[in-house]
T-cell receptor
Framework: DTGVSQNPRHKITKRGQNVTFRCDPI?????LYWYRQTLGQGPEFLTY????????KSRLLSDRFSAERPKGSFSTLEIQRTEQGDSAMYLC????????????FGPGTRLLVL | AQKVTQAQTEISVVEKEDVTLDCVYE???????LFWYKQPPSGELVFLIR??????QNEISGRYSWNFQKSTSSFNFTITASQVVDSAVYFC???????????FGSGTRLLVRP
């Protein structure tokens, strides 16, 4: 039984470039979440999918950010025109609606914008 | 407003000492879930425990124990006979029944010295 996987694990980009991250949830999980964690802080919620429907988005998710979950399987998070303030760890989690909301996290993608 | 407070930023103990990590939460919901996650230096958040708001029983799992008290809105975590491998950042988190997003505290960094 594999856990949540994320790719790439690390990404270095120049300001203004677009980046895309991928998350593969645990196979039977129907809910998928994206969080962002900056140094010394707890993760902050970005967005949430139930199957393929995006049900909630944080105010943190500016219009430069877009997330998709086609067919309710893997998800992608794209950041357009990256800024230095986007540098953070991007965490993906998944859960099953029959397990009292326990979210299992992937290893994260660490983004550095130069 | 919903909030999780971990007042202890960093704790340093010598191996075999007992240590308690404090967590205080705020919510107006009557149904909610509380969690503890461990984040070792590798960065991946590891689920430790979930408690729902109707279950105030304390729980023990090996060297770990949790004390949930609704009267003081606290969900404290104790490690007995700490080991070097316990060194990590520990996060307390809250999920309300009305939303699926985890609300994290700022974390407590635990350093266990040999």
């Amino acid at each position: 039984d594999t856990g949540v996987s994320q790719n790439p694990r690390h990404k270095i980009t120049k300001r203004g470039q677009n980046v895309t991250f991928r998350c593969d949830p645990i196979s039977e999980h129907n809910r998928l979440y994206w969080y962002r964690q900056t140094l010394g802080q707890g993760p902050e919620f970005l967005t949430y999918f139930q199957n393929e429907a995006q049900l909630e988005k944080s105010r943190l998710l500016s219009d430069r950010f877009s997330a998709e979950r086609p067919k309710g399987s893997f998800s992608t998070l794209e950041i357009q025109r990256t800024e230095q303030g986007d540098s953070a760890m991007y965490l993906c989690a998944s859960s099953w609606d029959r397990e009292e909301e326990t979210q299992y996290f992937g290893p994260g993608t660490r983004l550095l914008v130069l | 407003a919903q909030k999780v407070t971990q007042a202890q930023t960093e704790i340093s103990v010598v191996e075999k000492e007992d240590v308690t990590l404090d967590c205080v939460y705020e919510t107006r919901d009557t149904t909610y879930y509380l969690f503890w996650y461990k984040q070792p230096p590798s960065g991946e958040l590891v689920f430790l425990i979930r408690r729902n708001s109707f279950d105030e029983q304390n729980e023990i799992s090996g060297r770990y124990s949790w004390n949930f008290q609704k009267s003081t809105s606290s969900f404290n975590f104790t490690i007995t006979a700490s080991q070097v491998v316990d060194s990590a950042v520990y996060f307390c988190a809250l999920v309300m029944d009305s939303s699926y997003k985890l609300i994290f505290g700022s974390g407590t960094r635990l350093l266990v010295r040999p």
